[in-house]
């Protein structure tokens, strides 16, 4: 199986400030990689497919990248809506497609 | 709208047996692939089980393989989630997923979740 490694597990920071978060995979999954917010108490929601496509209304300041085994989902100027926690998850081959561990991003 | 509902969550002794069901509706369900995602109390979030469009094709989690048995009727639109020798582990919340494209195409994601049910195991 692959093996997801997703950091950090937590972060904070104020609104207006650039957020990073990175996936690493323990094999070449391509570009086959999906990206999620969730909400205290809500389902999860798809932001990004394919590395760095942008599901459909989903605001522009989310950004995806990376290819291979390396990956990042940037949100620039942090609103106040996306504190939440993210994860990735690799969707390569058969299953299964697993997800990473999840980063909280938290008000500063 | 797209809507999943899932349903048929409770409280079940280590051993038992429960049957989740979650219903479509607003797409063409025999397109899409359906997947199941849970979530324990606290934590990340796993990935259960896929079935293919057309119900042919199946594949689990080694956690759950030999316990869990997937299946859809596409004349109703529902998928069905049948849990066996349930484990204080399967403690979780249960989503219905689906795929955000059609047929055999899973690596766009999943574009359409339910708002889970809860599943909890305990003596």
């Known amino acids: 199986d692959i093996q997801m490694t997703q950091s950090p597990s937590s972060l904070s920071a104020s609104v207006g400030d650039r957020v990073t978060i990175t996936c690493r995979t323990s094999?070449?999954?391509?570009?086959?990689l999906s990206w999620y917010q969730q909400k205290p108490g809500k389902a999860p929601r798809l932001l990004i497919y394919?590395?760095?496509t942008l599901q459909s209304g989903v605001p522009s300041r989310f950004s995806g990248s990376g290819s291979g085994t390396g990956f990042t989902l940037t949100i620039t100027s942090l609103q106040i809506e996306d504190f939440a926690t993210y994860y990735c998850?690799?969707?390569?081959?058969?299953?299964?497609?697993?997800f990473g561990q999840g980063t909280k991003v938290e008000i500063k | 709208q797209v809507q999943l509902v899932e349903s048929g969550g409770g409280v079940v002794q280590p051993g038992r047996s429960l049957r989740l069901s979650c219903a479509a509706s607003?797409?063409?369900?025999?397109?899409?692939?359906i997947q199941w995602v849970r979530q324990a109390p606290g934590k990340g979030l796993e990935w259960v089980v896929v079935?293919?469009?057309?119900?042919?094709?199946?594949y689990y989690a080694d956690s759950v393989k030999g316990r869990f048995i997937i299946s859809r009727d596409n004349t109703k639109n529902t998928l069905d989630l049948q849990m066996n020798s349930l484990r204080g582990e399967d403690t979780a919340v249960y989503y219905c997923?689906?795929?955000?494209?059609?047929?055999?195409?899973?690596?766009?994601?999943?574009?359409?979740w339910g708002e889970g049910t809860t599943v909890t195991v305990s003596s």
């Open positions: 079935i293919s469009y057309d119900g042919s094709e199946k």
């Open positions: 394919r590395a760095s």
């Open positions: 607003g797409f063409t369900f025999n397109y899409y692939g």
């Open positions: 094999e070449n999954i391509f570009n086959y």
């Open positions: 997923t689906k795929s955000a494209r059609t047929y055999g195409v899973y690596y766009d994601g999943m574009d359409v």
């Open positions: 998850q690799q969707i390569y081959g058969m299953p299964p497609w697993t």
